[in-house]
């Protein structure tokens, strides 16, 4: 099975020169922990919840900060034609719970999480790996 079958399509973004309040409400709305961030229609970084609140507020940023401060540019993804299994090992030894998923020209295509795995097997071994204890968290 290939990720275009389970990913998510249709994926919003933001621009990096979007505020932070602007897409936590976004991220509000959508009921998601992360926006991709595009510009000139391609993926120039990712911005978590967990972006906005360990860069941006425990830093004393407030909520008109532009998203390129706080943003994650190096930016991991897959390929939408990759098959289940091997996206599935590369997110655990990430320690990832989602990735963004790319057509073979780099353009943003959708979104994979662990919650699109269909088999249990896939996702317990993800699951397994992104549990896994991290290095500590640098900016």
Same mark, same amino acid.
């Given at each position: ?17 979007a ?6 409400d ?22 978590? %919840? ?11 940023k ?16 897959? *390929?939408? %034609?990759? %098959? ?32 699109? *795995? ?22």
């Open positions: 099975m290939k990720i275009r079958d389970v990913m998510t399509p249709a994926v919003r973004t933001a621009a990096p020169d505020t932070l309040g602007s897409v936590a976004l991220m509000r709305r959508l009921d998601s922990g992360v926006v991709p961030i595009s510009e000139n229609d391609r993926l120039v970084g990712m911005i978590t %919840d967990r972006d906005i609140t360990i860069r941006g507020v425990a830093e004393g407030g909520p008109e900060t532009l998203v390129r401060d706080v943003m994650t540019a190096e930016v991991r993804y897959c *390929f939408e %034609d990759e %098959d289940l299994d091997c996206v599935a090992e590369n997110m655990a030894q990430l320690k990832v719970r989602r990735l963004p998923v790319v057509d073979r020209n780099k353009r943003l295509v959708g979104m994979v999480s662990l919650a699109d *795995f269909a088999g249990e097997r896939e996702a317990r071994h993800t699951l397994e790996g992104v549990s896994e204890r991290g290095r500590p968290y640098t900016t």
